[in-house]
């Protein structure tokens, strides 16, 4: 139907393909696709939809989903794409597959606020995944205005993430069958990194030599956010990894792996860490990524700057890391007690 009413040319004064097409007043209409490569028009042309068309008023929540998940599946991690289908997903449950010209911030809001009542972390990532979406569909073309910008999340609690002692990390290995697992806990501990970070770490991205590690941005992992980063790395990692550095020196092989080659479930890990965690009777809210909590809290703990921190961390916005920035009730005790010798 669109190719019929629409087609493509390439003006003699423009190194761009244009889109033609007759309104329903027979108005000559044009937009440039800004493409070169008839091909890459063509593909263009096929996702175009003229505004105010029949088109659009009739493009639909999932078709909005559809391409959307098309285009993060180039651009984003396997986290973010189950997150961004979830967020769709509960959003069609609570309003039908509905035309996007029909869903309006009164409708996002009802949605976001609903959802916060029953669980406040889960409207968090449905606002935040919905958002870019939309805001996506604006370039597109699909919609002018972003129903989810117009209002603002509910404030959500801050509470701080439970963190571990070097001692204590020390009882959740020895209460860890499995060396390989082992391993795993203490470099989460020792590098801060995430655990889709550590599980897809190669010999790639370790250098012995100056005692750093890098989280690349490979063909089959993307770092949050695209961001890599250097680590340095301590004497206890270096001791680790010269130890499994002798076992393989493929610079594409896994480090951290059970079986060679094959990658670890990241819900195996967590379940190991959990089990580890309850053998050792410690605080039940500890979980794997407590394990980079630490990492932040003792760092800023013994004096590093907040800055480092977020960059060792791969923080885009320093505002994330300041949720590192608290001291155990022994520090506060004797920030105190600084101004405890006045003479009265």
């Known amino acids: 139907m669109k190719s019929e ?9 423009s190194p761009f393909y244009q889109i033609i097409w007759f309104d329903e007043q027979g108005k000559r209409k044009t ?3 800004k493409k070169a490569s008839k091909a890459e028009a063509l593909q263009f042309l096929s996702e175009f939809i003229p505004e105010g068309s029949i088109s659009e008023n009739r493009f639909l929540l999932s078709e909005l989903r559809s391409k959307y998940m098309d285009y993060i599946i180039k651009t984003s991690s396997k986290s973010y794409q189950i997150s961004v289908g979830l967020s769709f997903r509960q959003l069609m449950f609570f309003t039908g ?12 809001e009802n949605f976001i606020v609903t959802v916060f ?3 406040k972390a889960a409207a968090a990532l449905y606002h935040r995944t919905l958002k870019a ?3 996506k569909a604006i370039i597109w073309g699909f919609i002018e205005n972003n129903p989810f910008t117009s209002f603002r999340l ?6 701080f993430p439970a963190f571990i002692t070097e001692k204590e990390l020390m009882l959740i290995i020895k209460n860890t069958a499995h060396k390989y697992m082992q391993d795993i806990f203490l470099t989460a501990f020792c590098t801060g990194l995430r655990l889709s970070e550590l599980i897809n770490l190669t010999w790639k991205a370790v250098d012995l030599e100056n005692k750093t ?3 690349l941005n490979t063909e089959f992992f993307t770092a949050k956010g695209k961001r890599e980063r250097i680590i340095p790395l301590n004497s206890v990692m270096l001791k680790l990894l010269k130890r499994k550095f002798n076992q393989g020196k493929d610079p594409e092989r896994i480090i951290f792996c059970r079986i060679k080659d094959v990658k670890l479930n990241q819900d195996y890990i967590s379940k190991k860490f959990k089990k580890a965690v309850r053998k050792s009777k410690l605080n039940d809210n500890l979980k794997f990524h407590s394990l980079r909590h630490s990492f932040a809290s003792l760092l800023i703990q013994r004096g590093v700057s907040i800055y480092v921190v977020k960059e060792l961390l791969g923080h885009q916005d320093i505002k994330t890391t300041q ?11 004797s920030i105190i007690n600084l101004i405890g010798n006045i003479k009265v």
């Open 323 to 333: 949720i590192y920035c608290h001291l155990e009730q022994s520090n506060l005790s």
């Open 97 to 108: 597959d509905i035309p996007l010209n029909s869903f309006n911030s009164y409708a996002a």
């Open 133 to 135: 979406a939309f805001n």
């Open 5 to 13: 009413k629409m087609y493509i040319c390439k003006p003699t004064n």
């Open 31 to 33: 937009k440039s696709t």
């Open 213 to 215: 590690l890098t989280v």
């Open 154 to 159: 509910p404030k959500i609690p801050r509470s």
């Open 117 to 119: 009542q029953r669980s």
